[in-house]
């Protein structure tokens, strides 16, 4: 079961590291996020594209290497945590539509709670 939940989040993921990296505006489109210059969109490739793949890379560690597994795992999981903290924080800003801000609120905490229950 760990496995399992391992692989979709790490497919997850590796999903938006390679959409971060090909196509960063429309990445953050829903978001109302424009990238017009290459300082934007090279943020966006770092951040989404580039830690999206590394994220993955480690979890898939994390199945090669089961001595590394709860570690990697526990990281992971609060990065995650993490992540839905700061749009819950976000919500001073005001009001926002279900998708995308809560969509990924409830992706990131599914996530992150199965992470922390295979750890």
């Given at each position: 079961?760990?496995?399992?939940?391992?692989?979709?989040?790490?497919?997850?993921?590796?999903?938006?590291?390679?959409?971060?990296?090909?196509?960063?505006?429309?990445?953050?489109?829903?978001?109302?996020?424009?990238?017009?210059?290459a300082g934007?969109?090279?943020?966006?490739?770092?951040?989404?594209?580039?830690?999206?793949?590394?994220?993955?890379?480690?979890?898939?560690?994390?199945?090669?290497?089961?001595?590394?597994?709860?570690?990697?795992?526990?990281?992971?999981?609060?990065?995650?945590?993490?992540?839905?903290?700061?749009?819950?924080?976000?919500?001073?800003?005001?009001?926002?539509?279900?998708?995308?801000?809560?969509?990924?609120?409830?992706?990131?905490?599914?996530?992150?709670?199965?992470?922390?229950?295979?750890?």
């Open positions: 079961m760990a496995n399992v939940v391992i692989v979709v989040v790490a497919v997850f993921f590796a999903g938006m590291g390679i959409y971060g990296l090909v196509s960063p505006a429309r990445l953050v489109a829903p978001f109302d996020i424009t990238v017009e210059t934007a969109r090279s943020e966006v490739r770092a951040v989404y594209g580039g830690f999206g793949l590394a994220i993955a890379a480690v979890l898939a560690l994390a199945l090669a290497r089961p001595e590394l597994q709860t570690g990697i795992v526990i990281t992971v999981a609060a990065a995650l945590a993490g992540m839905a903290l700061g749009r819950v924080v976000s919500a001073v800003d005001g009001r926002t539509g279900f998708y995308p801000n809560w969509f990924y609120f409830l992706v990131e905490c599914l996530a992150a709670a199965a992470l922390f229950l295979v750890a």
